[in-house]
C-alpha cells in the first residue's frame, strides 16, 4: 500500500519513464523516509556544470537594486508579496528532471522529483531541498498560514499548507514568477 502511494506520488512528479541511471534509485523508501531521501539526494537532479548559491550566502540588494534585477511580475512576488493569478505559469506544466531555483537569488529550492499536480493553477511540491526557506505566519486573509521565503535572499515564494499528498502531507503552494527551471539535460527556461 505504501509502496503505491509512493509511486502515485512520483507519477504525479513526472518521474515515471525516466532512465534509470539518470535519477537516484528509490525502490526500498517508504514513507517519510522517501522524503529524506528526496532532499539528501537533490543535487543528482542538478545539470552537469552548474554553479548553484548556498543559503549561507546572503544576498542584500536595495529596492532599486531589486527592480533592476527583476522582472516586474518577480519583482511584485518576491519583493512585494504579491500572488500570480493561479494557471498563468508555465512551470505548471514543467514535467522534466531538474531543480528549481530562486529567481531571486539563483537558490536550489526544489527538484523535480519533489513536485506534484495540485490542481490549484500554481507549481506545488511536497517538500523542498534542505534550507531553502524561512517561515513565519501571515494573517493577511484573517486565519492563519504559513508563509515562506528564500533563506538566501529573503524574498517570498508562496505558502505552505498541510493538505498535500504523502509521503509528507505538505502542500508548499509556489508562485512560478518567483523560480527558475534547470533541467538536468538540455537548455534552461
Ligand atoms: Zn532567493
Known sequence: MMRRTLLKVLGAAGLTGL????LPQR???KGPAAAEELQKNW???LAEGV??????EKL?????????????????VLREEGTERPGTSPLNAEKRP???VCAGCDLPLFTSAMKYESGTGWPS???TIPGAFGTRRDFKLLLPRTEYHCARCGGHHGHVFA????????????????LRFIPKAGNPV
Not at 554553479?51 to 549561507?56: G, I, N
Open 98 to 100: 531538474g531543480v528549481f
Open 27 to 29: 525502490s526500498g523508501a
Open 163 to 178: 493538505d498535500g499528498p504523502p509521503p509528507t502531507g505538505q502542500r508548499w503552494c509556489n508562485n512560478g514568477v518567483a
Open 43 to 45: 543535487k543528482q537532479f
Open 19 to 22: 532512465a534509470a541511471d539518470a
Open 51 to 56: 554553479a548553484v548559491s548556498s543559503p549561507d
Open 60 to 76: 542584500t540588494l536595495s529596492k532599486g537594486e531589486w527592480r533592476r534585477r527583476l522582472s516586474p511580475a518577480a519583482y511584485d
Open 125 to 127: 511540491f511536497f517538500t
